[in-house]
């Protein structure tokens, strides 16, 4: 089976769809697919489902909504199986798309840092490629799947960075800016999104129109935080104006 929790849940098997429709038993199956190779206790699904609230026999309504999971996936050979406090889901090699997201990571970031920035692109793209829009985001009453959710963002958009950083690098600066224009608009308050555009658009031969991306940050920034940009943007700010040619193509822009 396939298990996939980088977008809406959904769980497949070949072509049959075997994703739970009730909300409950899905919550349950979120928990297991994160606390795997682990497994949750009663205690920790009922917390999960229910919250500080559980019905008087949480752990029977617990047990139910395995069985339904393992009815569904077929009964005995089901992979939810029981722990000694509680159960734990068997995820095989290739089953659970946030494993293929982390292993086109892991291959990128070797391939970044030995500056096979080209092949590292094609890395970071199969990665983000797995993801299908916001994790698990229709199940983030969960306590786990909102920390999870909030968490693996981060880790995307640390993953958008650094394919953006490779690209800049290997000079295909004009293409990435209708995308960075984009990326400052939905992240506002990252100022790493602001730098690159700034970049993309200098070594485009658009000076006016990076500076004039400095003051639209400038602005966000004291606008929402009260705060100037960070010593990054400054400087890059002050190279453009005096055209430093460590602004040229070659010259990476490193963390």
């Avoid at 080209?118 to 994790?135: D, H, K, Q, T």
């Avoid at 963002?153 to 290997?170: A, D, F, Q, S, Y």
């Avoid at 100037?228 to 490193?254: S, T, W």
């Amino acid at each position: 089976m396939h298990y996939k929790i980088l977008g809406p849940l959904r769980v497949c098997d070949g072509e049959r769809n075997l994703t739970p429709s009730a909300r409950k038993p899905a919550i349950l199956l979120a928990n297991l697919l994160l606390k795997s190779p682990q497994g949750a206790t009663i205690e920790q699904l009922q917390d999960e489902i229910w919250g500080a609230s559980p019905p008087s026999r949480a752990s029977a309504a617990v047990h139910v909504h395995v069985s339904r999971l393992r009815k569904l996936w077929g009964g005995s050979e089901s992979p939810l199986q029981t722990s000694t406090s509680g159960y734990v889901m068997h995820i095989r090699s290739g089953e659970l798309d946030l494993h293929e997201f982390e292993r086109h990571v892991h291959s990128a970031r070797c391939l970044y840092r030995s500056e096979n920035y080209g092949e590292a692109v094609e890395s970071f793209r199969a990665a983000l490629g797995v993801y299908r829009g916001p994790a698990l985001d229709e199940l983030r009453e969960s306590p786990a799947v909102r920390n999870f959710s909030t968490r693996f963002e981060e880790h995307r958009l640390e993953t958008v960075e650094l394919m953006i950083e490779c690209e800049l690098t290997l000079g295909r600066h004009r293409e990435l800016v209708g995308w960075l224009y984009a990326l400052t608009a939905e992240y506002p308050l990252r100022e790493t999104f602001h730098r690159y555009l700034m970049i993309a658009l200098y070594r485009s031969e658009r000076q006016g129109d990076a500076l004039k991306a400095y003051r639209s940050a400038r602005a966000i920034l004291r606008d929402e935080l009260g705060l100037e940009p960070g010593r990054a943007l400054r400087e890059l700010q002050r190279a453009i104006l005096a055209a430093d040619c460590q602004l040229e193509l070659r010259a990476v822009v490193r963390r």
